[in-house]
């Protein structure tokens, strides 16, 4: 069972950075999986699950209900999924419309969302975004195409999407805390990774730094990163779970 580990600096991030994210294509997006899975190894843990969090910037923020509703249908079609695969939910309050789309199952949770959002201050005007997550287990036969997938769903409205890739694996039992930090440097070192900063707080450890073997990366202050490792132990299941993304972590784990 999951917990989730706060990266609200990394959260932060995501919003700063935006333009500084490329476009997957399947090729890049299957070599990058593996290069991460090859860092996965080398912390001494095995690939269990793959997500892809993709998305853009919409160019028409006058979207109606129902034009939100399309756009989510459209985008779920291009990660495969059948209108009777998932299920469509629209929210509104005075400050954003939102349509959801979520099919789970058969080893696979994949999320639509589609949002005009309404700034608090008069002088901004709305914005509308399509962001797909979408998670794999890594049985799946097709996992290397993931990627691309899930760019080619995030621009279905317009836009170049912005691709974030995350290894989740997991090791039985309770890892020494004292060689968490070992880990993470290992795992930095496969991805030929410079400039890597360490934090370690008593919860988790997490490593950032740029990696020349991958194509995206994000500015943060005066560091160019594209490379995010975190590990954590979760006393509900007993296990360590090992982290690995690029250019940087979007979701909990």
């Known amino acids: 069972m999951r917990r989730s580990i706060c990266y609200a600096l990394m959260a932060g991030l995501l919003f700063l950075s935006l333009l ?27 690939t269990e699950t793959v997500a892809v969090n993709a998305w853009t910037k919409l160019p028409d923020a006058e979207l109606s209900d ?30 954003h419309r939102l ?4 099919a789970r199952g058969g080893g696979r949770h994949a999320v639509v969302m589609v949002q005009v959002v309404y700034p608090a201050w008069d002088q901004k005007s709305a ?54 930090p070992e880990k993470l440097r290992k795992a930095g070192q496969a991805l030929g990774a410079t400039d890597a900063e360490l934090t370690v707080q008593p ?25 995010n490792l975190a590990i954590r132990y979760s006393p509900y299941d007993n296990r360590t779970y090992v982290v690995i993304a690029s250019p940087v972590i979007t979701g909990e784990y």
């Not at 509703?69 to 469509?88: D, F, P, T």
């Not at 349509?99 to 979520?102: D, F, L, N, W």
């Not at 287990?137 to 170049?160: F, H, M, Q, W």
């Not at 290894?167 to 020494?176: F, R, T, Y």
């Open 127 to 180: 914005e509308a975004y399509l962001v797909v997550n979408t998670e794999t287990r890594v049985e799946e036969a097709d996992i290397g195409t993931l990627p691309g997938r899930a760019a080619e769903a995030a621009s279905c409205g317009g836009g170049a999407a912005r691709i974030s890739t995350c290894l989740v694996g997991g090791l039985d039992g309770k890892l020494d805390k004292e060689i968490w």
């Open 99 to 102: 349509v959801k789309a979520e």
């Open 66 to 95: 129902d034009g939100l509703k399309s756009l989510a249908c459209v985008a779920m079609a291009k990660l495969g999924y059948g209108r009777e695969q998932y299920e469509l939910k629209h929210t509104r309050s005075e400050r």
């Open 20 to 46: 500084a994210w490329g476009q997957a294509n399947d090729g890049a997006g299957a070599a990058r999986i593996e290069k991460l899975d090859e860092a996965m190894g080398a912390a001494g843990a095995v």
């Open 203 to 227: 919860g988790y450890a997490g490593l950032t730094g740029f990696s020349p073997e991958l194509p995206e990366s994000i500015v943060v202050g005066d560091r160019r990163i594209n490379i």
